[in-house]
Structure formats: C-alpha cells, structure tokens
C-alpha cells in the first residue's frame, strides 16, 4: 500500500510542477489511504520535491511485483477508485482510467503510469473546489470548508458577544475536536440534550474555556451542517495540527464523551474505533484509552 501511495505522489509531480496548494489538496486526497503514522511521514518528504522518472519507474515495478492475487489486484483499484471518489463524483476521465487499471498492472505497462499521471492531475483539488463552488459565502471561504465550527463559532462570536481567551491556533484546534466528538455523540443518530450538556463539561475542563464558550461550541456541534461535515477533511486537518501524544490523549476524551450519557454504547466505540484510525492511532491506543473509562461503567466494553 506504501508504495501504491508513493507511486500515485509520484504521477501528481509527473510534469514537475505541484503548487503549495496542489501538494495540500493531494494530502487531503491520499490520506484515506491506510498508512501507519510512520509511513505518512515517509509519504509527505514525497510530496515535497519532484519524483524523478527513475524512482517513478523503480515505484511502479515495486507495485507490479507486489501484485501476486486477485485479491491484491483488487486491493490496488479498490485503493485507487477510493481516491477519486473521495470527493464524492468520478469525472468520466477517472472512470475510464479505472476500467484500464486491472490489465494495465496486469501487464506491467508503462502506459499505466501515464494514465495515473493524467487523472491524478484532475483529481489534486476537485475536491476543494467542488466545497468552494456550493458554498454562497465567498468571504472566510477557508474556513467554511476546512473548518466548519470555528467558521460559525466567529460568526456567533460576533453577533452574540461572547469571548473567548484562548489563542487562535487553539480555538482553531478545539472546533475540529469539536467535529470529531459530535460523530460520538450522533452515532446512535443524534444528540441528545444530556449529551451537548456532558460535551460542554469536557470542552469547559479539557480546553480550559469558560462554560458559555463551551455551551456554544458543544450546540454548534447538533447543527446539520456540523453533522454533514466531510469525515476524511474533519480528520486530516486535526491530524495535521496535532501531536501523536495530543491525539492520543484526544482518543481517552472522545469516551469521555460517549460515557457522559447513559454509558458507552457498542456504535460509540465502534466510532471511537474508526476515528482511531482516521487519525492514524494504534490498536494498542485505542485499548488504552477505552479502559480509561470507569470500571463501573465498562458493561460492553
């Protein structure tokens, strides 16, 4: 899989040219791709220089030579047709660079490398501009596609009166938290009352922000267009703004959350389970941070 990411960087830089912008549409995009934290690392010194034609060539024969199944044949387009869908629509251009795929690998050809060249410039940003064109608000565009809560959360700062004393790289960090801890909240399919309560609580405790600010983040958090937030955007510009150890430390808050009401349920933890690996968590991190939950409260876990 590591290589099949390197080599799908390498088709983006084919013609040697990857604007700033480019590079961070195209982390967005492979960071669906199911890469250690380790390998991602690796992945992102790729995506800061050109790929020379040598190494593109060494990548695509590691990936043609690691192809030894059906299954494996299935895993490299299954990866790639991930990656175009992620924007939610396949261009006709893609849907037919997918139909060639299997045989193009199949066959070692060097014309496989071409296609993905092509479409991998079509893909690098569809997605940013498609969450731009549906959008009627043009200014603070940015933040009403990267980050949905902290767009609104200045809005009702503005209109409401209400202050917050935290740095703007906090605040920023804190509404894409708020993001990810509404999918617990809502993963019985809503937010109860009790539950933007007990949100509130750990907002108040964990950010260290006054209760007014952490009621108004917490009901940002039950708004439709919070739950109809992109996961795959929610948990890249998190991962992008946070340490290993923070994230970590964010895995024993979001059972925190599901515990505030009622306990944990079993869809809580299953959430809890796939943000674990959004955000490029171990299975031995998600273990550590469910038996962080009281021993009373554990029926189900």
Same mark, same amino acid.
């Given at each position: 899989?590591? *290589?099949?990411?390197?080599? &799908? !960087?390498?088709?983006?830089?084919?013609?040697? $040219?990857? =604007?700033? /912008?480019?590079?961070?549409?195209?982390? /967005?995009?492979?960071?669906?791709?199911?890469?250690?934290?380790? /390998?991602?690392?690796?992945?992102?010194? %790729?995506?800061?220089?050109?790929?020379?034609?040598?190494?593109?060539? /060494?990548?695509?024969?590691? @990936?043609?030579?690691?192809?030894?199944?059906?299954?494996?044949?299935? #895993?490299?387009?299954?990866?790639? &047709?991930? #990656?175009? +869908?992620?924007?939610?629509?396949?261009?006709?251009?893609?849907?037919?660079?997918?139909?060639?795929?299997?045989?193009?690998?199949?066959?070692?050809?060097?014309?496989?490398?071409?296609?993905?060249?092509? !479409?991998?410039?079509? =893909?690098?940003?569809?997605?940013?501009?498609?969450?731009?064109?549906?959008?009627?608000?043009? =200014?603070?565009?940015? *933040?009403? @596609?990267?980050?949905?809560?902290?767009?609104?959360?200045?809005?009702?700062?503005? +209109?409401?009166?209400?202050?917050?004393?935290?740095?703007?790289?906090?605040?920023?960090?804190?509404?894409?938290?708020?993001?990810?801890?509404?999918?617990?909240?809502?993963? $019985?399919?809503?937010?109860?009352?009790?539950?933007?309560?007990?949100?509130?609580?750990?907002?108040?405790?964990?950010?260290?922000?006054?209760?007014? @600010?952490?009621?108004? @983040?917490?009901?940002?958090?039950?708004?439709? =267009?919070?739950?109809?937030?992109?996961?795959?955007?929610?948990? %890249?510009?998190?991962?992008?703004?946070?340490?290993?150890?923070?994230?970590?430390?964010?895995?024993?808050?979001?059972?925190?959350?599901?515990?505030?009401?009622?306990?944990?349920?079993?869809?809580?933890?299953?959430?809890?389970?796939?943000?674990?690996?959004?955000?490029?968590?171990?299975?031995?991190?998600?273990?550590?941070?469910?038996?962080?939950?009281?021993?009373?409260?554990? !029926?189900?876990?």
């Amino acid at each position: 899989m590591m *290589d099949l990411a390197r080599l &799908t !960087v390498a088709a983006a830089w084919v013609d040697g $040219d990857l =604007a700033n /912008e480019e590079i961070n549409d195209l982390k /967005e995009l492979l960071f669906k791709v199911d890469l250690t934290e380790d /390998e991602w690392r690796i992945l992102e010194i %790729y995506m800061d220089h050109p790929v020379k034609k040598e190494e593109a060539d /060494e990548l695509l024969q590691r @990936v043609v030579a690691g192809i030894s199944s059906n299954e494996q044949k299935a #895993l490299v387009t299954s990866t790639l &047709t991930a #990656l175009f +869908e992620a924007d939610g629509n396949v261009t006709p251009e893609e849907a037919a660079f997918l139909a060639k795929v299997e045989r193009a690998v199949a066959g070692a050809s060097t014309s496989f490398f071409a296609l993905l060249s092509k !479409v991998m410039k079509s =893909a690098v940003g569809q997605r940013k501009a498609r969450a731009q064109a549906s959008s009627l608000r043009e =200014a603070n565009i940015e *933040d009403h @596609v990267e980050n949905t809560i902290y767009y609104r959360f200045k809005r009702a700062e503005k +209109e409401g009166g209400v202050t917050v004393d935290l740095p703007e790289a906090d605040l920023r960090k804190l509404c894409l938290a708020a993001g990810v801890m509404a999918r617990v909240a809502q993963a $019985d399919d809503e937010i109860s009352e009790n539950e933007q309560q007990g949100m509130a609580v750990v907002i108040a405790e964990c950010w260290r922000v006054t209760p007014e @600010v952490a009621a108004l @983040v917490a009901s940002l958090t039950s708004e439709p =267009a919070t739950r109809a937030l992109d996961f795959q955007r929610l948990a %890249y510009n998190y991962f992008s703004c946070t340490t290993h150890e923070e994230r970590q430390q964010f895995l024993v808050t979001l059972f925190r959350i599901a515990n505030a009401c009622e306990g944990t349920s079993h869809d809580e933890i299953e959430e809890i389970r796939q943000i674990a690996g959004a955000l490029k968590l171990s299975h031995d991190d998600f273990i550590a941070a469910k038996l962080t939950v009281p021993r009373e409260d554990r !029926v189900g876990l």
